[in-house]
Nanobody, 122 residues
Framework: QVQLVESGGGLVQPGGSLRLSCAAS????????MGWYRQAPGKQRELVAA???????NYADSVKGRFTISRDNAKNTVYLQMNSLKPEDTAVYYC????????????????WGQGTQVTVSS
């Protein structure tokens, strides 16, 4: 069993910063890519940022230069530093990780966190 637990969401004023964390736990053999997605009311879930196990990153155009994704492989944790936040960044943010478990070696599955609300408003 694998769990992804997110933290760090909240209410922030425009121009402010937040740092999201997502820790994976359970019977993990290895973690491949990790990423953050978001879903605003009435919109589809979209990729915000992703990072490979080797540290390569990619970002949605809307967050480039403002958000930074990083990971600590020893802690099975991925972070999203969000700066210069805008009202349009308001959404539920979901962590995603592609994980191979000890029970299913050689099988790579995608796991999701429960989501954390980020609200940018004055």
């Amino acid at each position: 069993q694998v769990q992804l637990v997110e933290s760090g969401g909240g209410l922030v004023q425009p121009g402010g910063s937040l740092r999201l964390s997502c820790a994976a736990s359970g019977s993990i053999f290895s973690i491949n890519a990790m990423g953050w997605y978001r879903q605003a009311p009435g919109k589809q879930r979209e990729l915000v940022a992703a990072i490979t196990s080797g540290g390569s990153t990619n970002y949605a155009d809307s967050v480039k230069g403002r958000f930074t994704i990083s990971r600590d492989n020893a802690k099975n944790t991925v972070y999203l530093q969000m700066n210069s936040l805008k009202p349009e960044d308001t959404a539920v943010y979901y962590c995603n990780a592609r994980i191979t478990t000890r029970q299913a070696m050689g099988v790579l599955l995608a796991y999701w966190g429960q989501g954390t609300q980020v609200t940018v408003s004055s």
